[in-house]
């Protein structure tokens, strides 16, 4: 599998658990590596695109534009991992 076709099938799982996070939907408030700037999920302890540990709850002002850009959701970390 290669990475385009993996990721496209990732960004529409995770699109999907943010969108439905109310915490998430209401506030903006959600994990986000702080060296990478990934949008992570909420039990992800370490980054899925660079691997760090310095992932924290942050602020999003627009998570919809955000989500739906897709420029903060790579997972290339967990990608290299798989083969």
């Not at 506030?27 to 660079?50: A, F, M, V």
């Amino acid at each position: 599998m290669d990475y385009e076709q993996w990721i496209r099938r990732e960004l529409r799982i995770r699109r999907k658990f943010l969108r439905d996070s109310l915490v998430v939907r209401e506030s903006g408030i959600c994990r986000i590596c702080q060296d990478c700037q990934e949008i992570c999920l909420c039990h992800e302890e370490t980054c899925p695109n660079c691997g760090g540990g310095n992932v924290f709850q942050g602020r999003i002002e627009n998570v919809a534009s955000e989500m739906a850009g897709g420029e903060r959701i790579r997972c290339k970390y967990r990608f290299d991992q798989l083969g």
